[in-house]
């Protein structure tokens, strides 16, 4: 296989894989956003404060999915120009930087904005249970 084959295959693979994660996370925002994502071990902001009840998890899961939202548009974004990379490098070849930047950039963004939403679930989670 050439290096331009698996350059393209990384890019395509990689490319899926972030769109995939986008759409996770746009699925966990919807669900967080209408109050429907229950207490669980997998997904969600799950902190010892929000898994200690019912009243700290919804409002903290509410307050978390604007930026969950947001955060799962940098990974859609970059999965779809990964995969363009993916198959326009089989015509024209790419650069290794730009694949680079790509996927650390998307990771990067929804790094960020997982965080920023983690610390609104956080501050909403405390006001719920010195509240309610």
């Not at 993916?86 to 070849?93: A, D, I, K, M, T």
């Not at 930087?97 to 929804?110: I, K, Q, R």
């Not at 609104?120 to 249970?129: E, P, Y």
Request: aromatic fraction near 12%.
């Amino acid at each position: 296989m050439s290096d331009a084959f698996l350059f393209s295959l990384a890019s395509f693979l990689t490319g899926s894989f972030l769109m995939l994660a986008g759409w996770l996370f746009l699925w966990l925002a919807r669900r967080s956003g209408q109050g429907l994502l229950k207490r669980n071990p997998i997904a969600g902001v799950r902190t010892a404060l929000t898994l200690s009840s019912d009243a700290a998890w919804y409002p903290a899961q509410r307050a978390a999915a604007p930026k969950t939202r947001v955060a799962a548009w940098g990974p859609l974004a970059g999965g779809a120009a990964l995969v363009a990379l993916g198959l326009l490098s089989v015509l024209f070849g790419a650069s290794m930087v730009v694949y680079v930047v790509l996927t650390f950039g998307s990771a990067g963004w929804l790094l960020g904005w997982v965080l920023a939403g983690a610390g609104d679930a956080q501050r909403a989670a405390r006001d719920a249970v010195a509240h309610g």
